[in-house]
C-alpha cells in the first residue's frame, strides 16, 4: 500500500526525486527523473541506481554513498565536464530515511539539472562587460536635459528628440515605479542624495522595460546645481532573475514536508488500506478498521456524501480524477473539512483495478476563515483608534494601510505613506536588519516578532521605534501581508543617550576643574602682580609727569584685567549647563548655515569649499556651541590661509563607532607641532602675526567641544595646511 502512495505521489512530481534502499536499487522515481537523468526508459526498479544514470560528478556518488549511511547532503551547484567535453551543473539534496521513520532503509535523493540557468548566468555576466550604458545630464541652473544616443536608443525615440525633466519621468511605468523616481529625483534635489535603483520604463514604441537608472548631485554653495548619471537596459538579466526567484520559491514550496495521509484501494477486493496519517485523520482505531470502501464512505456528511461518491465513480470510470473538498464527522461527533485527490490505476485492458490517493485536514484553515470574517470589523475600528501607530505591510514591505498614529509620528499624510515602502523611509544603517527581519516573517519562524529601529521623519529627524510584526496568511497558506505595530520611543532613546552624555561629561567636568583653577590663578595672578609694583611706584614717585604715565599704565592693566576675567567668564559659561541644552542636531544643516553666514568672506577670500556631509549624520550638541565651534575652524582657515594659492577648505564626516568624526582640512599656513604642539589650544596662544589673533579662539572652542563630552585633535605642517578633527557622540 505504502509504495502504491509514493508512487503516486512521486511520478506526478515537478522535480526530479528518486528513492533507494541500501544496496541503492531504486524503490521508487518520479518520471521528471526518468525524463531527465535515466539511462533507461524502462521500468528501473530495483535496478542499482549508477546502472541506470548519466554521468554524474563523484562528490554526488559520495554523498549517495553517505545518505544510505544516515548522513543528509545538500549541495547547491556543482559543475564538471562530461567526457565529450561539455559542461555540465548539478544540484542535490539527499536525505536518509530509516524505516521507523519512511517505511524504508535508504536515501531519498533530490536531483536536478541547473545547466540552463548556470549558462544564462555566466552569458549575462559576460554581457555586463561589453553592455551600453547611457549617460544623462540635468542642468539645474538653465533647466536642461541631456540624453546620450545610447540612453535615446533604450528609450527608443529619435536622436534628434530633446527631453525635458518632466518627460523624462514619465517615461516610467505609471504608479511605483514613477513615484519612486520622482521621490529620488526629489531627493537628490533637495538633499543631495545620490540613487541606484531599477524601475521599469514604456518605452516611446510602448515596450516595458526594465532599467538600472543612477544618478550623483553636484553641489555648489550648498545647492545642487547639477545632476549626472547612467541609464542601462537590464530587461533581459531583470526578468531571468525574477524568473529564477519564482522557480526556486516554487521549488521550496513543494519539498516543504505537509501532513498528508495516503491509502490505496483494491477495486476488484474492496480493499482499502489506509496509512497511519489517515487513521488520524478520520480519528478511526485502526484495530477496528474494516478495510471496506463502506468505512471511507460511512465517515462522509450526509450533505457531502453524494457529491464525494459521485467524485468516486467518475474517477473509478476514467472521467475524471478525484479532487475534491467533504467534510467528515469523528465517532465523538467533531466536524472536520478534508481535502482529497485520488489517481485510478488500470490493467492492460483499460479497466479500473485500483485507486491511490491522498487526503489531508484543513479544517484549521476552513475555521480560520470564519473567524477572519467575524474578526474584520472589530480589527479594522481596533486599527483606526489605536494609541500607537498600526499598519498593513505587504510582503514586498509596501505599506497597504496605515492609522493615524503612524502618520503622526512619522509626520507623513496617509496618501504619502501609500506610495512609499517601508525602507524607502528606514534608516540606512537599519536596512540589512529590516530585510532580515522581513525574511524571518516569510520564513514563519515565529508568529510574533519584535525589533527596534530607525525611520525618517518627513522632517528629516530620526524616529526610533519597536516594531512588533504578526503574520497573516491567505486561504492556501502563502504569506498575504503582515499587521505591524510601531511603538514611538525617540524621546526615551533621547533621554537615555542625554543621561549617558551626563555621566562622561560630569567625569570630564572634575578633570578640567583643576586645570581651570590653574588658569584663573596664572592669569589673575600676573595682572594683580603687575598692578601691585605699578600701585607702589605710584605712591613713591613724585615728578607728575611720571605720575600721569603710572596712571595710563595701571588704567591699560585694568583694561587688561577686565579683558582677562570676560575671557574666563566665557569659559565658565562653556563649562556650566552644556548637557541640558544638548540636542541631536544635523551636521550637514549645521555646516551649510555656517558657510551661507560667511558667503560674503569666503568670496572676498575666493575660497573654495568642499563639503562631503552625510544627511544621516546626527550628532548630540549644543546648537550655539556646534555653530561656534564650526565658525571659529573655518574663519581661522580663511585668516591664516597661505598667500601663495586659492584657499581650499575641506570639510567630512563619517562614522566611528558611536560617534561622528568631523574633519576640516585647509592648505593655509600651518603651524609648527614640533614647536607649538603642547600650547596649541592654550588661553592667549598665537602663531601667526595677525592683527585679529587673540590667542582665545581655540581655547574655548576645545572647552566647548570637552563640555559636550567631545574630543578635538589636529594635524599641521607648516606652509601646507593644518587638519582639525572633531569626535562628537552620534545624536
Known amino acids: 500500500m505504502k509504495t502504491l502512495a509514493v508512487d503516486f505521489l512521486l511520478k506526478k512530481s515537478p522535480n526530479a526525486i528518486a528513492i533507494v534502499d541500501t544496496k541503492l536499487n531504486f524503490i521508487s522515481y518520479s518520471n521528471q527523473w526518468q525524463e531527465k537523468f535515466s539511462l533507461s526508459k524502462t521500468d528501473n526498479v530495483n535496478k542499482n541506481l549508477f546502472d541506470n544514470i548519466i554521468e554524474t560528478p563523484n562528490s554526488f556518488k559520495k554523498a549517495v554513498n553517505d545518505g544510505i549511511l544516515g548522513k543528509e547532503h545538500v549541495n547547491t551547484g556543482q559543475k564538471f565536464i562530461l567526457p565529450d567535453g561539455t559542461l555540465q551543473w548539478l544540484k542535490w539534496k539527499i536525505i536518509p530515511s530509516e524505516i521507523e521513520h519512511h517505511g524504508f532503509d535508504g536515501a531519498i535523493i533530490f536531483l536536478d539539472d541547473i545547466t540552463t540557468e548556470q549558462k544564462e548566468i555566466e ?66 534635489i533637495a538633499e543631495g542624495k545620490p540613487f541606484d535603483t531599477e524601475l521599469i520604463i514604456i518605452t516611446a514604441k510602448g515596450n516595458e522595460l526594465w532599467v538600472c537608472a543612477k544618478g550623483e548631485v553636484e553641489i555648489l554653495n550648498g545647492k545642487a546645481v547639477r545632476l549626472v548619471g547612467t541609464f542601462q537596459d537590464i530587461d533581459e538579466q531583470k526578468k531571468i532573475e525574477l524568473a529564477h526567484q519564482e522557480i526556486s520559491e516554487r521549488l521550496k514550496i513543494t519539498t516543504q514536508t505537509a501532513q498528508i495521509g495516503t491509502w490505496n484501494y483494491d477495486l476488484i477486493e474492496n480493499e482499502l488500506e489506509w496509512d497511519n496519517e489517515m487513521y488520524r485523520i478520520f480519528d478511526v482505531d485502526k484495530n477496528q478498521f474494516s478495510g471496506a470502501f463502506e468505512a471511507w464512505s460511512s465517515t462522509i456528511h450526509p450533505n457531502d456524501k453524494e457529491i464525494a461518491l459521485a467524485a468516486t465513480n467518475n474517477a473509478i470510470k476514467g472521467i475524471k480524477d478525484f479532487d475534491e473538498e467533504f467534510r467528515i464527522i469523528h465517532q465523538n461527533g467533531k466536524i472536520k473539512h478534508i481535502k482529497g485527490l485520488s489517481k485510478t490505476i488500470k490493467d492492460i485492458n483499460g479497466n479500473a483495478i485500483k485507486m491511490t490517493g491522498a487526503n489531508w485536514d484543513i479544517t484549521e484553515l476552513r475555521s480560520t476563515e470564519i473567524k477572519l470574517a467575524q474578526s474584520t470589523k472589530s480589527f479594522a475600528e481596533t486599527f483606526e483608534h489605536s494609541a500607537i501607530g498600526m499598519a498593513l505591510v505587504s510582503p514586498k514591505l509596501k505599506w497597504l494601510k496605515v492609522n493615524k498614529s503612524l502618520c503622526n509620528s512619522l509626520g507623513y499624510s496617509e496618501e504619502e505613506l501609500l506610495k512609499l515602502s517601508s525602507t524607502d523611509i528606514t534608516h540606512p544603517d537599519d536596512l540589512k536588519d529590516s530585510l532580515s527581519f522581513k525574511d524571518k516573517i516569510i520564513e514563519g519562524a515565529n508568529e510574533n516578532l519584535q525589533f527596534q529601529k530607525r525611520y525618517f521623519h518627513k522632517n528629516g529627524n530620526i524616529v526610533h521605534a519597536i516594531i512588533g510584526a504578526t503574520p497573516v496568511k491567505d486561504v492556501n497558506g502563502n504569506l498575504s501581508h503582515v499587521i505591524t505595530q510601531f511603538l514611538d520611543i525617540t524621546n526615551r532613546i533621547e533621554s537615555q543617550k542625554k543621561l549617558e552624555a551626563l555621566v562622561n561629561v560630569t567625569k570630564s567636568q572634575n578633570e578640567s576643574l583643576t586645570n581651570f583653577a590653574h588658569i584663573v590663578s596664572h592669569n589673575l595672578r600676573s595682572h594683580s602682580t603687575n598692578m601691585t609694583m605699578l600701585t607702589k611706584f605710584l605712591n613713591e614717585e613724585e615728578d607728575e609727569d611720571e605720575i600721569k604715565n603710572l596712571n595710563r599704565m595701571i588704567t591699560s592693566a585694568s583694561e587688561s584685567l577686565a579683558e582677562t576675567i570676560a575671557h574666563l567668564n566665557d569659559v565658565v559659561q562653556v563649562k556650566t549647563g552644556a548637557l541640558e541644552k544638548l540636542q541631536s542636531i544635523s551636521v550637514l544643516n549645521t555646516i551649510n548655515h555656517i558657510t551661507n553666514s560667511i558667503n560674503g568672506l569666503l568670496e572676498e577670500e575666493n575660497a573654495c569649499l568642499d563639503i562631503d556631509i552625510s544627511k544621516t549624520h546626527f550628532v ?112
Open 123 to 188: 552569458l549575462l555576466h559576460k554581457a555586463e562587460e561589453v553592455a551600453r550604458i547611457g549617460c544623462w545630464e540635468l542642468d539645474l541652473l538653465n533647466n536642461t536635459v541631456n540624453w546620450t544616443k545610447t540612453t535615446k536608443d533604450i528609450h527608443e525615440v529619435d536622436q534628434d528628440f530633446v527631453p525635458n525633466l518632466e518627460e523624462g519621468i514619465n517615461f516610467y511605468k505609471e504608479g511605483v515605479h514613477r513615484d519612486k523616481i520622482t521621490y529620488l529625483v526629489s531627493n537628490a
Open 620 to 731: 548630540n550638541a549644543v546648537p550655539a556651541y556646534l555653530e561656534s565651534i564650526f565658525l571659529n575652524i573655518l574663519t581661522n582657515a580663511l585668516k591664516y590661509s597661505s598667500p601663495k594659492r586659492t584657499p581650499l577648505i575641506t570639510i567630512k564626516s563619517r562614522l566611528k563607532k558611536d560617534k561622528i568624526l568631523i574633519t576640516f582640512t585647509d592648505n593655509g599656513q600651518g603651524i609648527d607641532l614640533n614647536k607649538h604642539g603642547n600650547k596649541i589650544f592654550g588661553m592667549y596662544k598665537t602663531f601667526h602675526k595677525h592683527k585679529e589673533a587673540k590667542g582665545i579662539g581655540l581655547f574655548i572652542t576645545k572647552n566647548q567641544i570637552e563640555s559636550m563630552n567631545g574630543s578635538i585633535n589636529i594635524e599641521s605642517t607648516v606652509d601646507m595646511g593644518t587638519t582639525m578633527y572633531i569626535e562628537l557622540n552620534q545624536g
